[in-house]
Structure formats: structure tokens, C-alpha cells
């Protein structure tokens, strides 16, 4: 009998179980849009062309009211992307540091380390965002506590920044000698020296990769290395040093008029609260990824690596943490994921990510949930599918490359 | 995952948009219990008590339907809304009467499919500061940083007006009153803009309400009104009528204390025929013959309600202003009971 047919037996489940899936699928689309036809509400997406009449605090590119709803959600999306490239950058840097400590031989240091990590890991993210932004609001003096000439706070970093219960405001980089922007059209710019300073960076690093190699090549020639550090140095600061120079950069110090603090850059505290949540609690989740990939490390590597004369710190930087990176990447992609994911809690502290523009006050200004829902969740899931790309390429090369 | 993504949308989009297509008073009856979409807590409008009863302004609508259809004004279930969730609330059939001092605009009445069945407070946006600030008219708030709850239409206008007045501002977004009402005494903004009513009730919670100024400046028409769904005409009428009669009870001065009086009594052919003495007028909208009676009986009429929740008596003291009976000078108006 053909039912005992292993092969054909596997296909025909699937087949059933894929038509049962489509025809699941099919009701649920189907139901969706009678219902919807039912309400009198159509699908579409129109009401991003309209005006959003309404203004968000933070915007990367220039934004009014006057601004379609669509500008409005990718001012959202930009937003979201600040948080999150620099929710990972440091929750990247807290966890190694915090994972790496809470194996250390120092008693304290390991201990603290832990009580760090099992207290961000088991209260929720929420809690911990509301707790760090009602610590900013509550504790920080409001703007006209600076006023006068004996103000009841006073800015800190030798007069140059200023912590209040809205916003830290900090120095704006200005300069005397400005190129211009490049036009990108749609009112998006770049200044010609941030493009300036980034070409000259990448290319100071090439040249330093360059000088490296030569010295290489000399000491496998020769047996000797040249002293190349100042090369290096010089590479990979002169250049910038006489751009600074040229285009005349400083600091431009945030002052009080009116009331708010103006001239400078004012980083809301919506910003910073969410940002510093998102670190301390994905840190502490890398933290304890980072520690199993060291443990997943054979004693005997470090051991092998101490009986050659190698210092604790070489022997952590060269010999574990290479190996270590191979458990750890795969996990860390997910944590990456995941930040990215919890930053749209953002509208709790009045940060406008995607989730308040387009989610939050488009949806509910133009009635459209299924559309900007639908919409989100279809960026949601552009934005971890890249970080996940990039994580896999970055995972291809350290991982175990077996021959 | 794509797939599972999109199905799991399509699902919840599906039970959002299943219900609320019936009947609404059918629905009503056989639940035995109106659900009524109310404000989160916002004192004199609806905030619940120490005891979790649920009282103010808006509350007392949801009574005077639910005495009106189910002849006892304790059968509601209150479902507190915010500013985001109120609308999609109404749509998708979780309340079936929504008061919640919503301003009543084109888009919403048209584009979300509401129907708005009256106005029970005409309202305007106003902001409010600390007196000493020094501040005594909006036009000086020049670069100030404003508290604004998202999802309202005070959002908008806020925007409008600075931008017409030449203005900058920094906005603050918040979800709800009380979170507005802290980040406001905790000084992370300068001012709380909303509707100016919402402005008073605000201010009379405060420990120092003295400390605080309501600017002149009201900047634009709210005019504050229970919602139903689109479509469902006669339970609109319901609504509708319901609340004209509390306005009419007043014009007529019925109120709680003297209707059952009245209703022996009265020899006024227009109170007669809403108490249903003589004509039957709540048969036309599927009622009996006493609904308006139980609606006015339920918290008093529209005067009562006004003086007990949000009155010059109250805490909140509001002056009846727009909101006078018609023949005071006021916007109150109801259609002939005819």
C-alpha cells in the first residue's frame, strides 16, 4: 500500500497541511476585508500623502507641521534607528565589560556584577524606563533654576553642558569657514565637511592598514620592524586636524533664552532615558552571553596560553575572546534584534519613534490602524532582517573556519 | 515568518472588526448592561471614587442611556479610554456609546464613521501655567516647552496656532491626563495645553491650584460630544434624544426632585409628552413609554448634572458660559419633543 510508502506518505501530509494553512489564510484575508468593507473602511494607503499637522520633538531632517504623514513616519524610523544603533553600541560595551567582570577573580567585582545583571534581567524593560526618565524629571532642576546670578543649579563640563528635567542640553560643534550641504532633495542635507571628515577617516584608516602591512613585509624580509606608531598616528589625525583647521570647528555652548536653552543641542530626556534603559537591560542580557562563550572556552586554551608567558589581558584579547566570539555572536544577533524591537516602548517617555509618529498619532489622527499597523510591522521587520544580514556576514568571519 | 506575521494581523484585525455591525439595542438588552467608553480619570468628567464608582460629567450620560434602555442607571460597564484607544474602541464594538469629552470634528463624524449624537459641553483648547512664570497671555510663550496629550485634537491645534502666531515651541508628548498633570508639576514643561475645561478639573486636583493660571487665550472650538458608531441609526436616535431630553428637562424645570410631582400634574402639553404621559414617543425608538423619565430621574437634568460635577460649586467651578440653556444666552438647544 502506498500509505506505507515512507516518501509518499511525508508528501501527502505536507500537502494536506499546506492546503489546510492556505485555506486558513485565505478565511482570514477574506473575513478582514468583508468586515472591514462591513464598517464602510477601505485599504489604503492614502493618508500618508496628507498633512500630519502635528510636530514631533526630535527630528533628524527638517520637519513641520506642514509635512506629509509620511516624512512624519520616516522622522519616526529615523528616530528609532538613533535609539537603537546607540542602544547596541553601549549595551554592547556593558555587556562585555560586565560579562568579562563578572568572572573576575575579585570578589566584589563578580559579585556586584551579578547583582547587576539578575536585577536588569528580571524587571521588566518598562519599569526600568519609566524608573530612569522619572529619575531625570524628578531629581533634574527645570531650565529656570539657571537663571540669575546665583541660580540654583549651574551647568556642568566647565559651563558647556546643562542637565535639566527636559533635556541635556549640549555644546553644538560650529563653523566659521562653512562649505555648504549636498542636497539629497526632499529637503534632506549633508554638510560637505561631515562628508569631508568622513572621507579623510576612511582614508586614514586604509593608509594605516597599509602602513601595517609594509611593516609586515619589511619584518618578514629583514627580521626587523620599523617603528611605524607615529605614521600611524599621524595618518589618522593630521589630516582631520587640518581640516578642523580650515573650516574653523568649535563649540557652540548652549545658553538660556527665554525658556529653554538655545544654541546648543537640547537631547531630550525622552532620548536619553530610553537609551540608557535599553543599554543597562540588554547589557545585562550580552553580559551573560558573553560569560557563557567565555566559559565555553577549554581551560586548557588559557592554560596553554599562561605557560607560553602570555599576560592575563593578552591572554583574554588573543586567545579566549576569539574563540569566545564564535558562541557569542549567533546569541548576540538576537539581543541586537531585540533592542531594536523594545525601543518602540519609546512613546512611554514621550520619545516619537516610529511607534508614536506612524502608530501612535497618525493612527490615530487619520483612523487608519490596519494600515499603519500593517505598515509598522512590515519596517519592524525590514530593519531585523538587515541587522541580521549584517550580523551573519560579521558571524561568517569569525566563525570556525574548518578546512 | 512572513506569512505567520501577516496572519497574526490579519487575526487581530479580523476580531477588531467582527463585531458591532447588530443591532446595538438589541445587543444592549440581552447583555443586560450598557458598555460605556469613558476618560481614564479625569475629576468631574469621569475619574471613579474611593470606592471604585465610577462619577462626573460624562459618567451621567452613560446612566441616563442606561436608565433610558435598561430602567436602572447602575447597569454600565465603564471601560476607561485613553486619547489613543477610544475610537477603536467605539469601531470595534467594545463600547456601545462612547462619552468622553471628544470634540466632534468633520474627519471623525465622516472618515472614522462616528456619529457624534449631540454636544454636551461646548469647549475651547486653553493652556495652563505657574503664576510665577510672569506669563499672562499665550502669545508670550514664545520657545516655551508645552505638555500635550497624543491622539487629540488639541495636538493640532497647538500646532496651528503657533505656527500662525509666528512661534516656536518644544511639544512633550504625553499618553493621559495624569501623566500630563506630573510632567507638568514636575516642571518638564512650561505650560499644559488641553481643552480648557479638562484645564480646570486638572488644576482642582492640584494641592495648590492658587499657584496656577488658565490663560485667556482660548484657541480654538471643542465642542465635547457622546459618539456612537456610524450606521446603527436608531441606537444614535436613542442616544440623541436621551441627551436632549436631560437639556429639555432643564428648559422645562424638571428636575429630580419634581418629576414624579409633575408627571401627575403638569398640565405643559411638552413635558407631558416627554414624561410619556400622554403620547407614546418611546415607542418610535424601540422604547417604552417612561424612558425619558428614568433618564432624567438617573442623575437629574442637564443643569443638575452640570452643577454637580463641574459646577460653580465644585471644586472644579466651571461658569455654565456656552453652556447655558438657550434662553440664558447659552448654546444648549434641545429639538421639540414632538
Known amino acids: 500500500m502506498l500509505i506505507y510508502d515512507r516518501r509518499y506518505r511525508s508528501m501527502t501530509f505536507q500537502v494536506i497541511v499546506f492546503i489546510l494553512v492556505m485555506a486558513l489564510a485565505w478565511w482570514l484575508v477574506n473575513n478582514t476585508i468583508r468586515n472591514l468593507a462591513a464598517l464602510g473602511k477601505d485599504f489604503n494607503f492614502g493618508f500618508l500623502w496628507q498633512r500630519a499637522g502635528y510636530d514631533i520633538p526630535q527630528t533628524p531632517i527638517p520637519y513641520t507641521s506642514d509635512d506629509t504623514h509620511l516624512r512624519a513616519a520616516f522622522v519616526g524610523l529615523l528616530n528609532t534607528l538613533i535609539v537603537s544603533i546607540l542602544g547596541c553600541i553601549a549595551a554592547t560595551f556593558v555587556g562585555i565589560v560586565a560579562g568579562v567582570a563578572r568572572l573576575s577573580n575579585n570578589w566584589l567585582i563578580a559579585r556586584l556584577m551579578t547583582v547587576y545583571v539578575e536585577a536588569f534581567r528580571n524587571v521588566p524593560l518598562l519599569l526600568w524606563i519609566l524608573i530612569v526618565f522619572a529619575v531625570f524629571t524628578e531629581v533634574m532642576p527645570p531650565p529656570n533654576a539657571f537663571r540669575g546670578d546665583d541660580p540654583a543649579a549651574s551647568m556642568i563640563l566647565f559651563d558647556h553642558v546643562a542637565l535639566t528635567n527636559r533635556y541635556t542640553a549640549i555644546p553644538t560643534l560650529a563653523m566659521t569657514n562653512d562649505p555648504g550641504s549636498l542636497d539629497l532633495g526632499a529637503r534632506i542635507t549633508f554638510n560637505w565637511a561631515t562628508i569631508a571628515f568622513v572621507v579623510v577617516l576612511i582614508a586614514g584608516w586604509i593608509a594605516r592598514r597599509m602602513i601595517r602591512d609594509w611593516a609586515q613585509r619589511v619584518q618578514d624580509q629583514t627580521g626587523g620592524r620599523p617603528t611605524t606608531w607615529w605614521m600611524s598616528l599621524a595618518v589618522m589625525t593630521v589630516p582631520s586636524l587640518l581640516l578642523i583647521l580650515y573650516f574653523g570647528l568649535h563649540f557652540e555652548t548652549p545658553e538660556l533664552r527665554g525658556f529653554n536653552f538655545s544654541g546648543g543641542i537640547n537631547v531630550q530626556n525622552g532620548l536619553v532615558a530610553l537609551w540608557l534603559a535599553l543599554t543597562l537591560y540588554t547589557g545585562a542580557f550580552i553580559a551573560e552571553i558573553v560569560r557563557a562563550g567565555i566559559l565555553a572556552v577549554n581551560r586548557g586554551q588559557s592554560e596553554a596560553a599562561f605557560a607560553l608567558g602570555l599576560r592575563p589581558r593578552r591572554t583574554m584579547s588573543l586567545v579566549i575572546l576569539p574563540q569566545a566570539l564564535r558562541v557569542i555572536i549567533p546569541p548576540l544577533i538576537s539581543q541586537y534584534l531585540n533592542l531594536m524591537k523594545n525601543s518602540s516602548l519609546a512613546i512611554a517617555v514621550g520619545y516619537m519613534d516610529i511607534k508614536g509618529t506612524l502608530g501612535g498619532t497618525t493612527l490615530n489622527q487619520t483612523g487608519r490602524e490596519l494600515e499603519s499597523i500593517v505598515l509598522m510591522m512590515g519596517v519592524y521587520l525590514v530593519l531585523s532582517l538587515i541587522i541580521s544580514a549584517g550580523m551573519n556576514l560579521f558571524n561568517a568571519r569569525v566563525k570556525l573556519k574548518e578546512r | ?338
Open chain 2, 1 to 338: 515568518m512572513k506569512t505567520s506575521v501577516f496572519l497574526g494581523t490579519v487575526a487581530a484585525a479580523t476580531l477588531m472588526a467582527g463585531a458591532g455591525m447588530a443591532d446595538t439595542l438589541a445587543d444592549v438588552k440581552a447583555r443586560g448592561e450598557l458598555n460605556c467608553g469613558v476618560n481614564t480619570g479625569l475629576v468631574g468628567f469621569a475619574a471613579p471614587d474611593a470606592n471604585g464608582n465610577w462619577t462626573g460629567f460624562d459618567v451621567d450620560i452613560c446612566k441616563a442611556v442606561a436608565a433610558a434602555v435598561l430602567g436602572d442607571a447602575s447597569k454600565v460597564k465603564y471601560v476607561p479610554t485613553t486619547g489613543q484607544t477610544r475610537f477603536t474602541a467605539l469601531s470595534s464594538g467594545e463600547v456601545d456609546l462612547l462619552a468622553r469629552n471628544s470634540t466632534w470634528t468633520f474627519s471623525r463624524d465622516t472618515d472614522l464613521k462616528l456619529d457624534f449624537i449631540g454636544v454636551n459641553y461646548y469647549d475651547g483648547q486653553g493652556f495652563m501655567v505657574r503664576k510665577d512664570l510672569g506669563v499672562t497671555s499665550a502669545k508670550e510663550l514664545e520657545g516655551a516647552t508645552v505638555c500635550i496629550q497624543t491622539g487629540t485634537t488639541t495636538e493640532l491645534n497647538l500646532a496651528d496656532y503657533f505656527k500662525a502666531n509666528n512661534m516656536t515651541y518644544q511639544p512633550v508628548n504625553i499618553d493621559s491626563n495624569a501623566e500630563g498633570e506630573q510632567q507638568y508639576m514636575a516642571g518638564a514643561c512650561d505650560a499644559y495645553t488641553t481643552d480648557a475645561s479638562g484645564l480646570a478639573a486638572t488644576r482642582a486636583a492640584f494641592a495648590d491650584p492658587e499657584n496656577h493660571i488658565i490663560l485667556p487665550e482660548i484657541i480654538s472650538k471643542e465642542p465635547l460630544g457622546p459618539a456612537v458608531r456610524h450606521g446603527d441609526n436608531n441606537w444614535g436616535d436613542i442616544v440623541r434624544w436621551t441627551l436632549y431630553a436631560l437639556i429639555a428637562a432643564e428648559e422645562y424645570g424638571i428636575t429630580s426632585a419634581n418629576i414624579e410631582e409633575l408627571t401627575s400634574s403638569s398640565q405643559n402639553p411638552e413635558v407631558q409628552r416627554l414624561l410619556g404621559v400622554t403620547d407614546d414617543l418611546g415607542a418610535m425608538i424601540g422604547l417604552d413609554k417612561e424612558w425619558a423619565k428614568r433618564a432624567i430621574m438617573a442623575s437629574g437634568n442637564y443643569g443638575e448634572i452640570f452643577a454637580a460635577n463641574i459646577g460653580e460649586q465644585t471644586p472644579i467651578g466651571l461658569a455654565r458660559g456656552l453652556n447655558a440653556q438657550w434662553t440664558q444666552g447659552g448654546l444648549m438647544y434641545a429639538m421639540p419633543f414632538r
